[in-house]
Structures are given as C-alpha cells and as structure tokens.
C-alpha cells in the first residue's frame, strides 16, 4: 500500500462518513483521525488491493449506517466485526503464499458468505454473524436463572422450584445462522481441492449463550440429539464444518468506547489467547454430520479450542444457569 493510496483512501472514506445526513457513529474517530480511523483505512486499502470493489463497497455499506438509534450501532457492530474477521485470514493466508481472498463470493446460486480464501491445498467459506442481543439482554438481566439450552422439561422444573420464569435459550437464533449459512455454503460446487464452510458467530463474553445450543449433549443443533427437526428426523448442517463462537462483540465495543482489552494490540485486531489474564479462547463447536471436518490449520489461526476443553465455564456448554445478584 503505497501513501498515496492510503491519502486517496482516506479523503473517500472522510467524504462518506461525513457527506451523509444526519450523524454518523464513527464520526469522531475519523474526525480526530484517531487509532482507530488509521487501522480503518489501511485495511480497507488492503482489501481493495486483493479484491478491487470490496473495500469501496464496505466504505459505501459502513457510511450508510447513520442516526443514533441501537439497531444502527448493532449494524456497524456486525461489519466491523467482519472485517476483523476477514482480517485475520488475509494476516494468516497472504496472496504471496499462494492464497487468494474473495470477497463476497457467488458460484452456482446468488447466495454468499462473508468471504473465501483459497490456496493451493483447500478452500474455506466464512460466513460472520453478530446478532442483536441487547433486547435479550434487557428482558433477562434481572432473572436468577437461564436456560442456554432446550432441555426437555428444564423450564417447568426450574419456574416450580424457583417460583419465577427462567431467561430463555437463544436457541432458534443458532438455528437460523446454521441454515443462512447451509444455504450459502451449499451454493459452492466441488472444486479439485477440499472445501470447507466455517461460521464464525461473534458473541459477547457470555459464549456459553451460543456454544449450549450448538454443543449440548441433550439438544445440541450440530449433534444427533438435536432439538431441530423435520418429519422427525434431525436436520443436517452437512455443508457447515464447524462453528467457532468468539467475543468480539464485546471486545469491539470496549475497543470503540476508549477502553481495548490489553489482548487486542489494535481496535481491529482479532487478539492473542495464549498468555496468561486473556479471556476464554474462542470455541469451536464441530458438526457431527458435516462432510468435512475443518483442518487443524485454520482452527490454530483462529486460536479456537475444542468445544468442552476450556477450564472457563463461561466458554463451555451448560445446562442451566443460577445468577447470585
């Protein structure tokens, strides 16, 4: 990326987030053209060198996201953490090693994950969620007891013993990012190499909210004891690798907010999770029926620990949960 690019970059991206009407989220970023701004800016030079088209679309998509409203700040949420994402496969698989990037790839249908990267041994589909959690988050945050997974008869059990209503599981959330991605990932025909669909869902830092429907032994959406079923029988994922349930909403808000987790070297940075004091890994919850299972490879860049192998509880599958406020 040459200075000339990033300046030329830069007077674009000013233009878009300051050029709209009415308020935008991230204008005192590029106002003061802070850390954060700087980062913004090379990453998406990068990405419109490996993919021309891509960077200029995601300034036009982030720039059109104004007002003050949750569900706007939600949406930038979701394609910042994208790009953090998509970040962390450029660092990890460069053009100059062989791999290639896609940004928004299509093949046999108009369906499309996030991104593709393709070398020379394999190819990976990536389809990024964030979902909205706030209104979950302000119904359930006084309740003393969640349910993060559909166990049969748990509800009734526990409103009995404890006399109130437990937070529900966000189960049918899951359920639905597995068949976005299904569907999209289902689109790719064969290739002469091995091809992979990975969903990344980022979550804040109670991933247990997401990992428990996913992974329950009881009820768990990528397992045969899955709640989700048609004409009785357990729907498949067979196209979905595995799913890798991370932080990052969290991480990204703190970041915004002037307070980046000592972890996260940069705003947009993925994060380190070998060291001593750094929060749970990021899981990865396998797909029992899936054609293939993702390589060790891609689940070492992305640092991700098999599901029930983390000593931190808030990271493991749970069958219940009593809150002591």
């Given at each position: 990326m040459t200075h000339k690019n990033f300046l030329a970059m830069r007077e674009k991206i000013d233009a878009a987030i300051f050029g709209g009407e009415g308020r935008h989220f991230l204008d005192f970023h590029f106002a003061a053209h802070n850390e954060f701004a700087q980062e913004f800016i090379e990453l998406i030079c990068v990405l419109e060198d490996l993919c021309p088209g891509a960077g200029c679309?995601?300034?036009?998509?982030?720039?059109?996201?104004?007002?003050?409203?949750?569900?706007?700040?939600?949406?930038?949420i979701q394609a910042l953490c994208e790009l953090i994402i998509g970040k962390r496969f450029i660092d990890a698989f460069p053009a100059d090693e062989g791999f290639k990037l896609d940004w928004e790839p299509t093949d046999i249908g108009k369906a499309n994950p996030e991104f593709m990267i393709e070398?020379?041994?394999?190819?990976?589909?990536?389809?990024?969620?964030?979902?909205?959690?706030?209104?979950?988050?302000?119904?359930?945050?006084?309740?003393?007891?969640?349910?993060?997974?559909?166990?049969?008869?748990?509800?009734?059990?526990?409103?009995?013993?404890?006399?109130?209503?437990?937070?529900?599981?966000?189960?049918?959330?899951l359920k639905d990012f597995l068949v976005s991605a299904e569907r999209k990932f289902?689109?790719?025909?064969?290739?002469?190499?091995?091809?992979y669909g990975l969903l990344v869902v980022c979550w804040t830092e109670r991933m247990f909210e997401a990992v428990?429907?996913?992974?329950?032994?009881?009820?768990?959406?990528?397992?045969?004891?899955?709640?989700?079923?048609?004409d009785g029988?357990?729907?498949?994922?067979?196209?979905?690798?595995?799913?890798?349930?991370t932080q990052h909403q969290t991480f990204l808000q703190r970041a915004l907010a002037g307070r980046r987790p000592s972890h996260i070297m940069s705003d947009l940075d993925y994060g380190s999770y070998w060291t001593?004091?750094?929060?749970?890994?990021?899981?990865l919850s396998p797909n029992e029926?899936?054609?293939?299972?993702?390589?060790?490879?891609?689940?070492?860049?992305?640092?991700?620990?098999?599901v029930g192998h983390h000593p931190d509880p808030i990271a493991s599958p749970m069958d219940f949960v009593i809150w002591l406020h």
């Open positions: 679309a995601t300034v036009k998509k982030i720039s059109s996201l104004r007002g003050t409203d949750r569900a706007v700040y939600e949406q930038i070398g020379p041994e394999w190819r990976v589909l990536v389809e990024v969620k964030c979902p909205s959690l706030y209104e979950y988050e302000l119904k359930n945050r006084s309740a003393t007891q969640q349910l993060p997974a559909r166990i049969p008869g748990f509800k009734d059990v526990i409103s009995e013993f404890s006399g109130a209503e437990p937070a529900l599981p966000l189960d049918n959330k289902s689109s790719f025909g064969e290739v002469s190499v091995p091809t428990s429907p996913l992974s329950n032994e009881i009820c768990g959406l990528l397992t045969s004891a899955s709640y989700y079923r048609k029988e357990v729907v498949e994922f067979a196209h979905v690798s595995g799913v890798v349930t001593p004091d750094t929060p749970a890994n990021p899981i029926f899936a054609r293939r299972q993702l390589p060790q490879e891609i689940i070492n860049v992305l640092e991700a620990v098999m």
